[in-house]
T-cell receptor, first 113, second 114 residues
Framework: DQQVKQNSPSLSVQEGRISILNCDYT??????FLWYKKYPAEGPTFLIS?????DKNEDGRFTVFLNKSAKHLSLHIVPSQPGDSAVYFC????????????FGKGTHLIIQP | DGGITQSPKYLFRKEGQNVTLSCEQN?????MYWYRQDPGQGLRLIYY???????QKGDIAEGYSVSREKKESFPLTVTSAQKNPTAFYLC?????????????FGPGTRLTVT
């Protein structure tokens, strides 16, 4: 039973345009959501997060939107750059402390020149 | 220079042997985690520890064991009971109190068992 779903295994976007990565979840107990970026054979790098009490969080070129009623979040990257090509993982946790994260399967973002 | 180190980067073992993966952090984080990643899959939680001398099973703990004798160290042993041990193993750490608990990852160890 996959609680965090990233339904697009890959996404191709032209350099300079907006990249939108989507994530859906089923567990209504999740209270904190995170996005990670990962290159092959390396550990994931934390990008941006959002608490369930907010609907938007922005950090430079990265914005995360949360729609609790739809159990959906999205990561927007504007403008997309070649270095953004990587696998992006959506992750979520339930409340109560430093528990482990539940990850989606990832979306491979390819930025075309 | 604060961070998480995992060694070695690549590890090869014969079937039936136990193997221990190292994870060290100097971020002064209380909590530490082990995940595994298989091709085309997300990360799955094996074990985590919120404080020294205490740890909890994650979603796929069978065939693995851990110890947390020091705050900085959280070694993972892959035992011969683990049916599919070949994978990419990732260690992470996070603060435990007052923060948003973002987890920071090490570079990973690729274990191949033949």
């Amino acid at each position: 039973d996959q609680q965090v779903k990233q339904n697009s295994p890959s996404l191709s976007v032209q350099e300079g345009r907006i990249s939108i990565l989507n994530c859906d979840y089923t567990n209504s107990m999740f209270d904190y959501f995170l996005w990670y970026k990962k290159y092959p054979a390396e550990g994931p790098t934390f990008l941006i997060s959002i608490s369930s009490i907010k609907d938007k969080n922005e950090d430079g070129r990265f914005t995360v939107f949360l729609n609790k009623s739809a159990k959906h979040l999205s990561l927007h990257i504007v403008p997309s750059q070649p270095g953004d090509s990587a696998v992006y993982f959506c992750a979520a946790r339930t409340g109560g402390g430093a528990d482990g994260l539940t990850f989606g399967k990832g979306t491979h973002l390819i930025i075309q020149p | 220079d604060g961070g998480i180190t995992q060694s070695p980067k690549y590890l090869f073992r014969k079937e039936g042997q136990n193997v221990t993966l190292s994870c060290e952090q100097n971020l002064n984080h209380d909590a530490m985690y082990w995940y595994r990643q298989d091709p085309g899959q997300g990360l799955r939680l094996i074990y985590y520890s919120q404080i020294v001398n205490d740890f909890q099973k994650g979603d796929i703990a069978e065939g693995y064991s851990v110890s947390r004798e020091k705050k900085e160290s959280f070694p993972l042993t892959v035992t011969s009971a683990q049916k599919n041990p070949t994978a990419f193993y990732l260690c992470a750490s996070s603060e435990r109190n007052g923060g948003a608990y973002e987890q920071y990852f090490g570079p990973g160890t690729r274990l191949t068992v033949t």
